[in-house]
């Protein structure tokens, strides 16, 4: 499965591949994205509003209308994502 994001928080557009039905992990320093993506996919997978992702640059100047969005050449039906939200919910039980 391949996934575009474009104009989301600090990315501009990057290109990703998952694995169906695999463990997918996505590992690289703090600050690079990771969260960003996670959140863009899932939103994507619920039909939810991206607007809330929309870069800080593009807030007050944007001449293009640029707008953040995420394509996928397969429909994303759920997404199961291991991050902070997740362990919050188990570990605080």
Known sequence: ???TI????SIDTTAITLTDKKLNIKFAPNGT???TIAKAVTLHAQ???LDGLMPFKLRKN???NKAPS???DTVINS???FN???VRQFTFQ
């Open 1 to 3: 499965m391949n996934i």
């Open 84 to 86: 902070e939200e997740y």
């Open 47 to 49: 039909d939810g509003s």
């Open 79 to 81: 997404v199961m994502c």
């Open 6 to 9: 474009e104009n989301c928080n």
């Open 70 to 72: 995420v394509t996928s």
């Open 33 to 35: 994205g990771k969260s």
């Open 62 to 64: 944007n001449p293009n």
